[in-house]
């Protein structure tokens, strides 16, 4: 969650209010947080100092508005064009959404990286339907495992989809 945040940062700097109505007005669509967990998470942003507060407004609730440091740039450009980790989906979309804050050159890679990486979970999946179709399903797991085959092929799907976008993606850049 630290990286969106400095990413919506990125864009412009704003207050806990605008990040949770940033996070309302798009980035739901594909990263789950609670108020809560933006504000936990700005806080430890401001704590590491990727983060500093670029004003506070005067009155009783002293409204602040965070903005990007150098190391909280630092940070964020390692995130963007380094390794994924965890739900590939997630990771990918997120960095699609920021990808306009990288350079047109350093676009193309992180673009291939999530390609190669949608490829080896949909060659984990295709592996996994495969070794699956070979096993003996007893009479009373049938439904079961049909709904479970069923999941399986929504998952293939979903990745061929997404494998072909990026392929696509990456033929309009090169």
Same mark, same amino acid.
Request: hydrophobic fraction near 40%; proline fraction near 3%; aromatic fraction near 8%.
């Given at each position: 969650?630290?990286?969106? *945040?400095?990413? %919506?940062?990125?864009?412009?700097? &704003? $207050?806990?209010?605008?990040?949770?109505k @940033?996070?309302?007005?798009? !980035?739901?669509?594909?990263? $789950?947080?609670s108020?809560? $967990? *933006?504000?936990?998470?700005l806080?430890?942003? +401001?704590?590491?100092? @990727?983060?500093?507060?670029?004003?506070?407004?005067?009155?009783?609730?002293?409204?602040?508005?965070?903005? !990007?440091?150098?190391?909280?740039? $630092?940070?964020? =450009?390692?995130?963007?064009?380094?390794?994924?980790?965890?739900?590939?989906?997630?990771?990918a %979309?997120?960095? +699609?959404?920021?990808?306009? +804050?990288?350079?047109? #050159?350093?676009?193309?890679p !992180?673009? &291939?990286?999530?390609?190669?990486?949608?490829?080896a &979970?949909?060659? &984990?999946?295709?592996?996994?339907?495969? =070794? *699956?179709?070979? +096993?003996?399903?007893?009479?009373?797991?049938? #439904? !079961?495992?049909?709904?479970?085959?069923?999941?399986l092929?929504?998952? *293939? =799907?979903? =990745?061929?989809?997404s494998?072909?976008?990026?392929?696509?993606? %990456?033929?309009?850049? @090169?």
């Amino acid at each position: 969650m630290a990286h969106v *945040i400095l990413g %919506l940062l990125l864009i412009y700097p &704003q $207050s806990l209010y605008d990040l949770i109505k @940033s996070f309302e007005a798009g !980035v739901s669509l594909f990263y $789950s947080a609670s108020s809560g $967990s *933006i504000k936990r998470a700005l806080d430890n942003l +401001l704590a590491s100092g @990727s983060i500093e507060v670029a004003s506070t407004e005067t009155g009783a609730r002293g409204r602040k508005v965070y903005r !990007v440091t150098d190391s909280g740039r $630092s940070e964020f =450009h390692a995130w963007m064009t380094g390794p994924f980790s965890g739900n590939l989906e997630t990771a990918a %979309l997120s960095r +699609l959404y920021f990808l306009g +804050l990288l350079t047109a #050159e350093e676009r193309p890679p !992180v673009l &291939q990286r999530m390609r190669d990486a949608t490829a080896a &979970q949909l060659t &984990q999946l295709t592996t996994l339907r495969d =070794h *699956i179709s070979t +096993l003996e399903i007893p009479d009373e797991l049938r #439904e !079961v495992a049909a709904s479970q085959s069923a999941t399986l092929d929504y998952g *293939i =799907h979903s =990745h061929q989809a997404s494998l072909d976008w990026f392929t696509d993606r %990456l033929g309009d850049r @090169s």
